[in-house]
């Protein structure tokens, strides 16, 4: 049995930022996730990095957060942040006080918002619906939530920190009114183990709620179900708000090279069905194509759903997008706090608070440091220019940003072995590098781990040519466990099919033909063998 | 443009085929094609029929045929047309100097990229994996920096077939290939050259010995013949079996090389970049189609049709949120009514996925017909996968399919 | 234009664009057309600095014949080229190959003197520094234009009129074939009009990456030919990629007001020549002709979705015995094989064409495309001819 001092269950954004703040502040800190990284609510998001401008009317007090920490990610966060700006946008027919109230609550909330002349909004955003009457410029940035959770994890690890996916939790040990540990299981081989500790910290999204109960609290998340679409296109350069109260399929965000639209909000009893429905998807179009007129032609790549963690007494919408840290010493234990609620562009504060409470019980003085230190260094220039020619266009900035510090050796691999550079996937520009070295992370064990970290697989053939590839090659040189690999690619492939089938028309309908000529037709993944 | 007999529409397998037999009856031919078919980047085996549907491997296709319901292409097309089908194929390729080899009495299974089998029946020789089966130990040739071919993958599946060789080894060849990524196709220009082929019989020669069974991709030359393929056993003698892979699969693409040199041969005119967007229609009779090239329209008339626009892949199929459609003619393509049910919870499922049977019906004249049955024109026929009725990756027949459709069409029309 | 967002949104990365084209065939350093078109669009809109990927692509447009997708490939190409040059700065050598018309202008009233100088070992020398393939001559200006002839010509007078536009490379280098045309016509019962103020059809600038430049040659000859579109006489050139421009690449890259109307009547000569055959417009008393030709089909022929016209044609003249090459692409491809670091792609490309060419034994190759034939004669020796010089032959 290992022991630390300090046990997170729940690899979000939540957890990853309690545990990168722990362990700054010298706490020796292990994270457990029952999944990935990132593999629940903060990987199944809309990625926006509020600016606090979509709460300045319903709830200000969220949107003078927002702001804050949008001002404070930005800065240390550069690397899953791409600084985009945002417009809100409204339409012929959309009501004119709510921009009034907007404008106010914005300023309230010190929110920059400046009148965009309408000749410019469109020079700047041609697919932009010609029905647009006024539009604002906000600081609204898009984040990648999977990006966010590493690098979290890589700037606690530099001070102790420690991780373990594939690692779910299942108790909560006790001695009187004291916690003092975990009963674990190993998700992949379903080994059960304990982790002593003095506190836990319940960082568990949408399952907090679950997590409290076996210490016999009841804490009242209600999760609320959320669809958002991919297009295989980037065709707005910043998130596109649509200026009127809040409501379902009105925010499109820019990342890399693809947009995404939402979202749709509904109180689910469980947060653990993430399968969008053809429904969902057709109201989400339905009005997006109010803000972009061509959005029917526009290819889908998939659709995805996630479950927000709302705590609160309200349902849905009203309910608050704000967080609260419950110190479960007041209902009798010792060695447990439950971060409840919450959004992710707030996650940084949220761990500041919890773990605020944490070092108070723990006794520990040292103050929260996660605002000024970025989370990952700048690749030295240097290394970046001589890294230039081993990479496709475009493919050397999107590696330098998302590998972090494993960029360096990256290069170091291009450059030494030129076959390292082939693309794995060609429609996300990864190379073999890349993937080799996400997957000798100890924390991967499968090509949806190394999906999250390199985004391979997740452009428009969704994986119909980078899954044989990877598993190709990580087999050759011995980097999975899988004995022949192809289990490795069917799961790939059926974990991107559960994204397409929703939106199965059009060009997806084609491409997934094409994928069963490949996988079925060409290499009988599906069929049974002979004799 | 000039009246002919017959217009194909679609350049895939089953138009091709298509316009060879037809071709063949001494029909003036002109084929339209938007694009390149399947085949082209395809592996090129022509897969008959691999698994009954209840997912049981099929031993004997053209036997087992008897079972298909008769909405099947193949039962459409019958057992006497599909059996001379597959002659008036082996003789195409026998005279475009190519010849295939196999039958369709009996499945064979042929090693894929990924280590598996996958049951076929017509394969150049290139592919024929007999020599396999008989041996003891085998050699799986790798090509520095391929990116689409693994010989640890390929070895690590092959070693759980009962019938096979458990012993494996790899030689890798360095093609010394700079700048961009290296695909199939790159090695089997290599070997077309004559540098290359000796730079790669030179370097297979330190890993392989006189008489083994060697795997190799498909890299053996671009060129419909066995050229490289004879050179190679020459010089090692050892035997050779191309493995079939991922797009660019050359060897598909040398099928496609090759029957499109044989039907101009047979005086086929082809209209390469046109799509046809509409018909001309006459008193249950189409009487012209129209394309749409870069420009305008232009009106294609003849006295028949045969429409070989391929599935959702190749546009022959469209399909839009519940509900899909055949977009030269407008004929109807039946689909569930909630989306939901287009498709299985799982892609590989091993099951028919709902929405690769979606196609047009079609009589025993292969013309597509509307909800009661009857033939919408009486002179236009579909063929290959823009037929209903099958989940060609599912059972392994697309190519069958196309083969034995479009002969049939050939052989009908007037 | 305006559909390329999602036009580049139809593709399924199947390969096909890849296996056909002739430049990725010939060098590695050519990423191919799925990459370079609709893979790396994607990234084109979040990056600040374009990229210069289609720098190799000769806009052959081959992958555009091949894709199932109708991805416009080439012109994702040529857009990207042109974002590039927009923020950098031009060789000279490839503003001199696309500014033909302004150069041939130049040119014409100095030769021979102007021709010595592309000609001689030391200007020759001196023109490989600016780039330009030392061993690939430049076609000849000729003394005469063909405008200047055409205009010093005298046609017999006909109701029916066509339009004939020359192009540079007629005008300048081979005005032969539009005087062949002109007789063709006249045999016909035509009567060809040359209007004032047409000129290059823009495609060398496409090319090489001078978007403005090409826009404003579109404007002109658009202005230039809408009395006839409007009033419904056809448009035809004897050059595939003048048509070819006519009829697609100046639609899809610029908004030019009548660029749609004009499409609708641009005719390839021979397939204005096989629908008037068709029609049962064309004289059907031809002279017995003799001879063994090999015949090339251009790139920018086949991109028209058209078929081969001009083989057709050919292949019913009495006498005549014609075969297809059926080899791929000359490698030539407008300007894109005189450029010195193009060269070696440009000849690997047209290898096995030329191999063809020197193991039939033709009396020539005939093809539709100028620098196709400048290419196949260079590297083979082998006479070479337009379609409608053979067909002046019969119809005469
Ligand atoms: C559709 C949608 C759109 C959104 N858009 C935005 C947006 O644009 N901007 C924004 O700021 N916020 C957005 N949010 C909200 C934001 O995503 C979430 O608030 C945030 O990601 C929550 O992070 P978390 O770490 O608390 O939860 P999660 O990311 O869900 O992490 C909880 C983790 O705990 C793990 N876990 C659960 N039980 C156990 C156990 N027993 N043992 C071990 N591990 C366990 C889970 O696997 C999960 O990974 C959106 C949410 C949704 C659903
Ligand atoms: C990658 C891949 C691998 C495969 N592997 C195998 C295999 O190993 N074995 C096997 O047996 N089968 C395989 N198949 C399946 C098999 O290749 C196809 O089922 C078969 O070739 C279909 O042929 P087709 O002629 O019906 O259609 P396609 O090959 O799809 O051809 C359709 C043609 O019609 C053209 N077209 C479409 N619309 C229009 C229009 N409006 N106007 C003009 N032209 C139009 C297209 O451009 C194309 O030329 C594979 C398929 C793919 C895609
Ligand atoms: S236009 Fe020609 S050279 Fe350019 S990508 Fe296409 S096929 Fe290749
Ligand atoms: S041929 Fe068309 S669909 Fe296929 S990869 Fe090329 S652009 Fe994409």
New interface residues.
């Given amino acids: 049995m290992d022991s630390v001092t300090v046990v997170v269950i729940g690899g979000g954004a939540t957890g990853t930022g309690i545990l990168r703040d722990l362990s700054m502040r010298g706490v020796k800190t292990l994270l457990i996730e029952r999944g990935d990284l990132a593999s629940d609510a903060s990987g199944r998001f809309h990625g926006l990095l509020h600016s606090g401008a979509r709460y300045a009317v319903t709830d200000p007090r969220s949107a003078k957060e927002c702001i804050e920490e949008n001002a404070i990610l930005r800065r240390i966060g550069k690397h899953c942040v ?1 600084k985009t700006e945002g417009f809100f946008v409204r339409l012929e027919g959309d009501g004119e006080d709510y921009e009034g109230q907007w404008v106010a609550g914005c300023a309230a909330a010190r929110i920059h918002a400046k009148r965009v002349d309408l000749k410019e909004a469109r020079r700047l955003e041609p ?1 932009l619906s010609r029905r647009a009457v006024s539009v604002f410029r906000v600081p609204d940035s898009a984040i990648d939530g999977f990006r966010l959770c590493w690098q979290n994890v890589a700037s606690a690890r530099r001070y102790g920190g420690e991780v373990r996916t594939y690692t779910e939790a299942t108790g909560i040990e006790r001695a009187g009114d004291r916690v003092v540990g975990v009963t674990v299981c190993d998700t992949l081989t379903g080994a059960v183990d304990s982790i002593g500790c003095d506190h836990v910290v319940n960082a568990a999204g949408s399952w907090v709620g679950r997590v409290a109960s076996w210490a016999g609290i009841e804490v009242d998340v209600k999760p609320d179900r959320g669809v958002l679409i991919a297009f ?4 707005t ?1 910043r998130v596109i708000n649509r200026l009127r109260p809040p409501a379902n399929g009105d925010i499109f965000v ?1 990342h ?3 947009t995404v639209l939402g979202t749709t909000s509904s109180p689910v009893a469980s947060a653990d069905d993430n399968v969008p429905h053809v429904e969902e998807v057709l109201e989400l179009l339905h009005n997006g194509t109010e803000l972009f007129e ?1 959005l029917p ?3 889908i790549l998939r659709a995805y759903a996630g479950a927000r963690p709302l705590y609160s007494p309200g349902e849905g919408r009203a309910a608050s997008r704000d967080f609260t840290i419950l110190d479960h010493s007041t209902d009798g234990l010792r060695g447990l706090t439950s971060a409840a609620g919450g959004k992710l562009t707030s996650y940084r504060l949220m761990a500041e608070k919890t773990a605020d409470v944490v070092c108070r019980e723990l006794g520990v003085k040292a103050a929260c440091r996660t605002a000024a230190e970025p989370m990952v260094e700048d690749p030295p220039r240097r290394l970046v220019t001589r890294a230039r020619p081993f990479f ?3 493919g050397l900035d999107l590696a330098a940003s998302r590998l972090g510090a494993a960029f360096g050796p990256v290069v170091q691999g291009l450059q030494m072995h030129p076959e390292e550079r082939r693309l794995i996937c ?2 996300e ?1 990864v190379t073999l590098a890349e993937v080799e070295s996400a997957a000798r992370e100890p924390t991967t064990f499968n090509l949806g781990d190394i999906r999250r970290r390199t985004r391979m697989g997740m ?3 969704q994986g ?2 980078c899954s044989l590839r990877a598993v190709g090659a990580l087999v050759s040189h011995d980097l999975v466990a899988d004995k022949d690999g192809k289990a490795l690619i069917r799961d790939f492939l059926e974990t991107r099919w559960k994204g397409i089938r929703p939106v199965l028309w059009g ?1 997806q309908i ?2 997934a033909e ?1 994928q069963r000529e490949v996988y079925a037709a060409t290499l009988n993944l599906d069929g049974t063998a002979q004799r | ?3 002919c007999d017959v217009v194909v529409i679609g350049g895939g397998l089953s138009g091709l085929v298509a316009a060879a037999a037809a071709a063949e009856r001494d029909k003036k031919v ?1 084929l339209i094609a ?4 399947a085949i ?2 395809g592996s090129g085996s022509i897969d008959v029929l691999g698994y009954e549907a209840g997912g049981k491997p099929v031993a004997r296709p053209l036997a087992e045929m008897g079972k298909l319901p008769s909405n099947h292409p193949y039962a459409r097309a019958g057992k006497q047309a599909t059996a001379k089908a597959f002659e008036f194929f082996l003789d195409l390729c026998e005279k475009g100097g190519f010849p295939y080899s196999g039958s369709a009495d009996v499945a064979r299974w042929v090693p894929t990229a990924i280590g598996t089998l996958k049951p076929t029946c017509f394969l150049p020789r290139s592919m024929d994996p007999a020599p396999l089966e008989a041996a003891k130990a085998a050699v799986v040739v790798g090509f520095r920096g391929l990116k689409d071919y693994y010989p640890e993958l390929i070895i690590r599946g092959l070693m759980q077939v009962p019938a096979y060789p458990k012993r494996f080894r790899t030689v890798i060849v360095d093609p010394e ?4 990524d290296v ?1 199939a ?2 090695i089997a ?1 290599w070997l077309d050259t004559e540098s290359g082929r000796h730079a790669c019989i030179e370097q297979m020669l330190t890993g392989i010995a006189p008489g083994n069974v060697v795997l190799v991709p498909p890299v053996l030359g671009t060129v419909p013949n066995y050229g490289v393929l004879e050179e190679f056993e020459k010089a090692t003698t050892c035997k050779f079996i191309e493995i079939t892979g991922m ?2 699969a050359i060897t598909g ?1 040398r099928l496609y090389d090759l029957l499109v ?1 044989e039907i ?1 041969k047979r005086g086929v ?7 046809v967007t509409r018909a001309v229609v006459d008193n249950g009779r189409c009487t012209a189609v129209v ?6 329209e ?1 009106t294609h008339p003849a006295r028949s049709f045969i429409l070989a626009t ?1 599935g959702f ?3 022959g199929l469209e399909a839009g949120v519940g509900s899909a459609r055949e977009p030269v003619f407008g004929l109807p393509v039946k689909v569930p009514e909630s989306q939901s049910d287009w498709s299985n919870a799982f892609l590989l499922s091993g099951g028919a996925q709902p929405f690769a049977r979606f196609g047009l019906d079609v009589d025993a004249r292969l013309r597509p017909t509307d909800g009661s049955g009857k033939a919408v024109f009486e002179n236009v026929y579909a063929v290959g996968r823009t037929l209903s009725g099958f989940d060609d990756a599912f059972e392994k027949s697309g190519n069958g399919v196309a083969v034995v459709t479009g002969y049939r069409a050939g052989t009908l029309v007037a | 234009m305006k559909g390329y ?2 036009d ?9 664009c ?3 084209c002739p430049v ?2 010939a ?6 057309p ?2 370079v078109g ?3 669009s ?2 084109r ?3 600040l600095a374009p ?3 289609a720098d190799l692509c000769s806009n052959c447009k081959n992958c ?7 991805v416009p490939i080439s012109t994702l190409n040529m857009l990207s080229k042109a974002e590039y040059y927009r923020h950098h700065r031009h060789r000279l050598r490839d503003w001199v190959l696309s500014h033909g018309q302004l150069m041939g202008n130049l040119a014409t009233p100095f030769v021979p003197l102007s021709n010595l100088a592309i000609a001689n070992p030391i200007s020759r020398t001196m023109l490989g520094a600016f780039g330009f393939a030392g061993r690939m001559p430049l076609p000849a200006y000729v003394r005469k234009t063909f405008r200047k002839q055409f205009r010093a010509l005298r046609q017999q007078s006909f109701p029916q009129k066509v339009v004939f536009f020359p192009g540079c490379y007629i005008d300048f280098y081979d005005p032969g074939v539009g005087l062949d045309f002109v007789a063709v016509m006249q045999a016909n019962e035509y009567e060809v009009v040359v209007p004032r103020g047409l000129g290059c059809c823009g495609t060398p600038m496409v090319a090489n990456g001078f978007p403005g430049a090409a826009e404003r040659a579109v404007r002109r000859n658009v202005r230039a030919l809408q009395e006839w579109t409007d009033a419904g006489v056809p448009v035809v050139a004897c050059c595939t990629s003048c048509s ?1 421009t006519l ?2 690449e100046q ?1 899809e890259l610029f908004d030019v007001p009548g660029a749609a109307e004009l ?2 009547r ?1 005719y390839d000569a021979t397939e204005f020549l ?2 008037l ?2 029609r049962g417009k064309l004289k059907t008393d031809l002279k017995q002709l003799s001879g063994r030709y090999l015949y090339h089909a251009p790139c920018h022929l ?7 016209p001009g083989f ?1 044609m050919l292949g019913s003249l009495p006498g005549l015995e014609i075969s ?1 090459a ?1 080899a791929g692409c000359c490698g030539l491809s407008g300007s894109y094989g005189f450029k010195g670091d193009r060269y070696e792609v440009a000849q690997a490309v047209g290898d096995a064409l030329f191999k063809k060419v020197r193991a039939s034994g033709a009396d020539a190759v005939i093809s539709e495309c100028g620098t196709c034939r400048h290419q196949i004669t260079v590297a083979t020796g082998a006479k070479t001819l337009h379609p409608i010089s053979v067909m002046r032959r019969a119809f005469e």
């Fill in positions: 791409e697919h295989n296109h980037r065709f350069n820019p890399g090279p693809i061509d032609k526009y290819r496709p266009p475009y060609e429609c520009m452009g428009t053939c119909a040519f060009d084609r491409e094409f | 443009m000039s009246a002109v938007k694009g390149v078919g082209a980047v290939m700079a700048g961009r695909n196709l790159d220009r797009p660019p693409l040199s101009k005119r082809i209209v390469e970049h046109a799509t394309t749409h090239g870069v420009d305008r232009r391929g892949y190749s546009g | 967002l999602y580049s949104d139809r593709c399924m990365a199947c390969t096909s890849t296996v056909v990725a065939a060098t590695r350093e050519f990423l191919g799925k990459m609709p893979a790396l994607r990234f809109r979040p990056a990229d210069l990927a555009d014949i091949s894709c199932p997708s109708g070819l009829k697609q639609q499409a609708a641009v096989l629908e055959r068709d086949r991109d028209q979705g058209i078929g081969r057709e297809d059926d």
